[in-house]
Nanobody, 115 residues
Framework: QVQLVESGGGLVQPGGSLRLSCAAS????????MGWYRQAPGRQRELVAV???????NYADSVKGRFTISRDNAKNTVYLQMNSLNPEDTAVYYC?????????WGQGTQVTVSS
């Protein structure tokens, strides 16, 4: 089993920034991809960004140029730096970890962008 602990969500004004963190523990050997999904009210869960062990990244078109994903393999932690936030970014953000053929999900952290 893999346990994921997310932190860094909250309320921010439009144009502001937040940094999400997600630390993995437990059976963390053979972890490949780490990343973030989000789900806004009334919408399907969607990919935000993922990063492989080697550092290859993939972003949703809606966040390219504003969000940056990174990871610290020594700490088994993935980060999501979110800049130029707008109200459309309001959602619950979920950390994911892919280990062999299984995907683990975090509990989610709320991000609210509002003035």
């Amino acid at each position: 089993q893999v346990q994921l602990v997310e932190s860094g969500g909250g309320l921010v004004q439009p144009g502001g920034s937040l940094r999400l963190s997600c630390a993995a523990s437990g059976s963390i050997f053979s972890i490949n991809r780490m990343g973030w999904y989000r789900q806004a009210p009334g919408r399907q869960r969607e990919l935000v960004a993922v990063i492989t062990t080697g550092g290859s990244t993939n972003y949703a078109d809606s966040v390219k140029g504003r969000f940056t994903i990174s990871r610290d393999n020594a700490k088994n932690t993935v980060y999501l730096q979110m800049n130029s936030l707008n109200p459309e970014d309001t959602a619950v953000y979920y950390c994911i970890v892919d280990r062999t053929i299984r995907r683990y999900w975090g509990q989610g952290t709320q991000v609210t962008v509002s003035s």
